[in-house]
Nanobody, 122 residues
Framework: QVQLVESGGGLVQPGGSLRLSCAAS????????IGWFRQAPGKEREWVSC??????YYADSVKGRFAISRGNAKNTVYLQMNNLKPEDTAVYYC?????????????????WGQGTQVTVSS
């Protein structure tokens, strides 16, 4: 049974950092691409980042501040978020693609976690 569980969210001041984790079970994480999305209140779900078998990809809004990586030994994907801004406030979700390719389209993702809340506020 495929399962994705996010953790690491919380309240942080502007300019601070958080590291989100996406723990995978039921499949070999290295064989699939993982994406991060976020959804702020009253807004549509937004693609943030993706890690495929070949590369990493970022939305323009987070490029240079966020970094996605694999912790292969722990079947986990991380999203390191630095220099956080109030507009980064959202529920963050990780999701699995059906292969090792790259996509920004949420409909391409097969499995989703339950999300973790990130709040950036002073």
């Amino acid at each position: 049974q495929v399962q994705l569980v996010e953790s690491g969210g919380g309240l942080v001041q502007p300019g601070g950092s958080l590291r989100l984790s996406c723990a995978a079970s039921g499949f070999t994480l290295q064989s699939y691409s993982i994406g991060w999305f976020r959804q702020a209140p009253g807004k549509e779900r937004e693609w943030v980042s993706c890690i495929s078998s070949r590369s990493t990809y970022y939305a323009d809004s987070v490029k240079g501040r966020f970094a996605i990586s694999r912790g292969n030994a722990k079947n986990t994907v991380y999203l390191q978020m630095n220099n956080l801004k109030p507009e980064d406030t959202a529920v963050y979700y990780c999701a699995m693609l059906g292969g090792s390719y790259y996509s920004r389209d949420a409909s391409s993702y097969t499995y989703w976690g339950q999300g973790t809340q990130v709040t950036v506020s002073s």
